[in-house]
C-alpha cells in the first residue's frame, strides 16, 4: 500500500494546483467547452489555461494559442480534442514541462486497427516526456475535496466517502445524482477509460492511501494486470473495504465491454478466484455496490449475523424476515429479558417475536427511542433491520384533522421527524450496532431525508437492505482471513530469514 | 374462471352501494375513525351509515346507536371494533339483512388460543345468516375505480390495472404511493387477513373476471386451498398474467407470516411446483412483482427473447448486455441492413453493435425517433431496451448558456421531452414490439415521468428492466402450455365422452 497518495502518479491529476486545458471554446455544444464549463461552475479554485488556435477569451478566461505560449507549466492538461491531434499536442505539453493528463478523446485500441497504432503512439509519447496521463476514452477524475470537477456533468452533492474506479465514464457522472440522493458523494472517482498509461490498479492504490476514502467501488470489464491487482487490494483490505462490479463474466457482457474500452473479460468463476484473494466483495448491480458501499461507510461492522426486525406491520416484516434468511442472515429469538422490557410498549394485537410486529404504538415517538433501544441491548442481537412506514408524516394529517393549525401540525411534525432520526443517529454511536431502515414510499419524504443525512441508510425493500448487511459482516471475515494470512506470510519469511 | 364479478361473493364488498361503519368516531387517533375519514375522503358516492353507542354525528355523518336503527340494510359492514364485540355485532348485521363484511379487527386466529375459538364463531355466524366476509385481521379493500378505500391511507393515484390480492394490509397501502410515482395504479386491491370465510382464491377469482384488471399481483405467505388455487389460476392464465411473491419458503419467512397471519407454509419447491402448474410467474420481491406487473399490463408480449439495447454510453450499455444475458435473453448482432441504415447516425466515436452504442448524436431527438425505428424493424429485435442519460434536461442548460432566456430554454426542453416521449409511444403502437428504459436518475424528473405517463416503463438499473423484459417471454410461454394442457384434457374428455 502507498504511505500517502502524494507517492501516486495520480496526485496531481487528482489534486492539480493548475490547468492547461484542450478543445474548450465558446461553442457550448462543443464536448470540451461543456468539461470547461463544469470545472468552472464547481468552484476549481486555482488558475486554468484553455488553449484554443483562435480565440481570445474562452468561457471568460484569456486564451492561448498554443502550449508553447502558456506562461507557466501547468500540474495537468485535460486533452479533448480531434483523435489526430491529441498525440502532437500531448508532445508538445511534454516539451513544455507538463507532466500529467487527462485524454478524453476517443477513437484508440476501442476503435480496433489504425486506433492501436495511435494508443502506442500515445504511450511512447508519454514515456519519452515523463508524462503519466488518464484515458484515452475516459471522462477523466473528479474530487469534490479539491473542488475539481472537469467530466461533464456538473456534480451538485456534497464530497462524500466512496472512491471510485471506473472503466465506464457514465458511472462516474451519472452517479453524482443517484448519490446525492442518498446523501452520499464520491470522496475522489476516476474514470480510467482505455488504461494506456494509468490503469485501474493505480487508481485503487491511490484511493487506498487517500485520506478521505473509506471504502473503493470498482466497475470493472476486464482487469489488465491480475497479480497487481491481488496484490493491491491486498495491501488495502485490511484498512477498508473495496467492492466491485464485474460485468465481463457473461457472454453478452463481455462482448459488450470488449467493444466499450477494448477490456479483456474472463469468465464469472476466474473473477470470482480473483476477487476472493484480493477480499474484494463482488455485487451483482450498481445499486447493489452502491448499497454495500453506503452501509460499509456509515455503520459499525457486525459482529455476527443474528438480525432483529422492528416492524409496524405483519407484512413488511414477514418479506424482510425472508430476505434476511436469503442472505444468510439469523434470526435469533428475542431474550426473554427484551420481551419483557418490550411488553409496555407492544399492543395486544402486536407481536413479541422477532420480527418485532408492533402493529402500532400508543406514542409514536417510542418507535424511534425506547424500542429499537431495548432491541440493540438484546445481547442476541448483532444488528436492527427498522421498517419505516413513515408514521410522522401520517401523524401530521391527523394532527391537522384534530384541529391543530396546519403551520402547528407542520412544526411539530418537523420536531418529530428530527427527534426520531436523531434517536436512531443516538442509539448507534451508544450501541455501536448496525442499523439500517427499508421502506417501499418514496425516498423523498422528510423522514427518510433525516434518517439519511444522519448517516441511517434506508433502502427500497428489505432485499437490498439484507444485502448491505450481509455486506458488514463480510467484509470483517475477509478482512481478518487476509490479515491472519499476511501475517502467516511474514512469519514463514521470518523463519526463513532465521536460518 | 367467473363469468361475471357479479357472481363473485366479493362483488358487493368490492362494489357496495352503501356501507355500515363500525368504530370510526370522531376521535381522529382511532383506526376506525382513520378508515372512515379515509374512505369520505376519497370521494364514495353512495351512503354510509356510521355506527356508533354515544355520538349524534361521525365525521359530519348521521350516526346510529345501533345497527337496527339503520333505515336500511347497507350493502356492507365494515367493522374496526375491539375484538370481543366484533362477533356480537356481526351477528346484529345478520339480523338486519346486511350479507357483507370487511372485519378490520385483530385478535382472533392469529394470536392462538381463544382467538381461534372467537373466529370459529366468526365463521359459525356467517353461515348461520349467509354473510361473506373478509377478515378479520385485515385492511379491507381498495376499488379505486369505485371510489371507494376505507384502507387508513388515503388513494391519490389513478385507478389502474394492476388487482392484488395480499395477505398484508401495508401491502396493499403502502403500494399506493409506490405505484402512483411510478404512473400506476390498482384496479382493487383487497388485504385477505386471516381468510377466515373470504380467501386468496375466492380474490383471485374476483380479479380473474373484473373487466379494470389486466394483471394479478399476489403476496402470499400460505395457501390454504392448494388445489382449488391452481385450478383458478389455470383459468384466467389464458385471459391475464398472475404474478407471485411467496415469503414462506425459507424457515425465517415461514415463521414471520405464521405470526402474522397464521398461514401454514410450505417449503420453496413445493410453491415452485404449485405456480408453475398454475402458470404463475413467481417474483423474489415486491419490487419485482410490480415490475413484472408493470410491463405485462403497458408491454406487447415479446414474440422471442432477443433484445436489442440503445444507449450513447458503454458502460450502462455493457451492464445492460451483462444483465439481459443473465436473465437468459439474447443479444442478436445487427442485421447488416439495420447497421447500414444506423449508419449516418451513430459517429464515428460510436459501436454499430448490439448494444448500439451512440456516444452522442449530433440531432438529440434522433434517439427518441429515427435510432429506435431502425432497430425495431430489425427483423432479429424482439424488444428494445433503452439507457436513458436524460441528456434533454442537459439540452435545456446549455440552451440557456447559449444565450437562450431560461423560459424559452424551459419551453423548448418541455417540448422535446412531449416529443421525445410520444415518439417512443409511436412506435410502441405501430412496431406492437416491447420498449422498456432504464437510467440511475431520479425518476422524478421530467424525461422518465414523460415516458411513463405515457406507457413506457422506465426501470432503476438494467437488472430490473431485464428481468422484467424476461416476464413477457414467460407469461405466454405458461399461458401456451396451459392452453395446450386444457385442451388435451378436453380432447381426452371428449374422447371418454364418445367410448
Not at 95 to 110: D, N, Q
Not at 211 to 227: D, Q, S
Not at 342 to 347: A, D, R
Request: charged fraction near 20%; glycine fraction near 10%.
Amino acid at each position: 500500500m502507498l504511505k500517502s497518495i502524494e507517492d501516486s502518479p495520480l496526485y496531481r491529476i487528482a489534486n492539480p494546483r493548475s490547468f492547461a486545458f484542450f478543445g474548450a471554446s465558446n461553442n457550448f455544444m462543443s464536448m470540451g467547452s461543456i468539461m470547461l464549463s463544469s470545472l468552472l461552475g464547481g468552484g476549481f479554485e486555482g488558475p486554468i489555461y484553455p488553449v484554443h488556435p483562435k480565440e481570445e477569451l474562452v468561457q471568460g478566461l484569456k486564451a492561448y494559442r498554443s502550449v508553447k505560449d502558456l506562461p507557466v507549466a501547468p500540474d495537468l492538461a485535460v486533452l479533448v480534442l480531434p483523435t489526430d491531434i491529441v498525440n502532437r499536442t500531448l508532445e508538445e505539453c511534454g516539451r513544455k514541462g507538463i507532466r500529467r493528463a487527462i485524454v478524453v478523446s476517443g477513437g484508440f485500441k476501442e476503435v480496433g486497427d489504425r486506433g492501436v497504432d495511435l494508443e502506442k503512439e500515445m504511450v511512447r509519447v508519454a514515456q519519452e516526456y515523463d508524462i503519466r496521463l488518464i484515458g484515452p476514452n475516459c471522462l477523466g477524475v473528479t474530487n469534490p475535496h479539491h473542488k475539481m470537477n472537469p467530466t461533464p456533468f456538473p456534480y451538485e452533492g456534497s464530497p462524500g466517502f466512496i472512491g471510485l474506479v471506473s472503466q465506464s465514464g457514465s458511472f462516474v457522472t451519472q452517479m453524482f445524482d443517484y448519490l446525492k440522493h442518498l446523501g452520499l458523494g464520491f470522496s475522489t472517482a476516476f474514470s480510467v477509460g482505455n488504461q494506456a498509461n494509468i490503469d485501474l490498479v493505480d487508481c485503487l492504490a491511490y484511493l487506498g492511501a487517500c485520506p478521505h476514502t473509506k471504502v473503493i467501488a470498482l466497475y470493472v470489464e476486464g482487469l489488465k494486470r491480475g497479480r497487481a491487482f491481488v496484490e493491491t487490494a491486498r495491501s488495502i483490505i485490511p484498512e477498508k473495504p473495496i467492492v466491485a462490479l464485474y460485468v465481463g463474466g457473461s457472454e453478452s457482457g463481455r462482448r459488450a465491454g470488449f467493444s466499450h474500452t477494448g477490456a479483456m473479460a474472463g469468465p464469472d468463476r476466474l473473477y470470482d478466484g480473483i476477487f476472493r484473494q484480493s477480499g474484494v466483495i463482488r455485487a451483482a448491480s450498481l445499486i447493489e455496490m452502491f448499497d454495500y458501499c453506503w452501509v460499509l461507510g456509515t455503520q459499525p461492522l457486525a459482529k455476527g449475523g443474528r438480525v432483529v426486525i422492528q416492524t409496524h406491520s405483519g407484512g413488511p416484516g414477514a418479506t424482510a424476515a425472508d430476505a434476511c434468511g436469503r442472505a444468510g442472515l439469523e434470526m435469533p429469538p428475542l431474550a426473554p429479558e427484551t420481551a419483557a422490557k418490550l411488553s409496555p410498549y407492544v399492543p395486544s394485537t402486536g407481536s413479541l417475536n422477532n420480527p418485532l410486529d408492533l402493529t402500532f404504538n400508543k406514542n409514536p415517538m417510542d418507535f424511534f427511542g425506547p424500542i429499537p433501544k431495548i432491541l440493540l441491548e438484546d445481547p442476541n442481537a448483532d444488528m436492527l433491520l427498522v421498517y419505516f412506514l413513515m408514521p410522522l408524516m401520517k401523524m401530521q394529517a391527523m394532527m391537522e384533522n384534530f384541529k391543530m393549525t396546519p403551520e402547528k401540525a407542520k412544526e411539530v411534525g418537523v420536531q418529530m421527524i428530527d427527534g426520531g432520526s436523531q434517536a436512531f443517529t443516538d442509539l448507534l454511536q451508544t450501541y455501536r450496532k448496525p442499523i439500517v431502515g427499508y421502506t417501499w414510499r418514496n425516498l423523498d419524504e422528510e423522514m427518510p431525508l433525516a434518517l439519511m443525512s444522519k448517516g441511517i441508510p434506508v433502502f427500497t425493500g428489505p432485499e437490498r437492505a439484507a444485502g448491505a448487511l450481509g455486506a458488514l459482516l463480510r467484509y470483517p471475515a475477509l478482512r481478518d482471513k487476509i490479515v491472519r494470512s499476511v501475517q502467516a506470510e511474514g512469519a514463514g519469511a521470518a523463519d526463513a530469514g532465521s536460518d
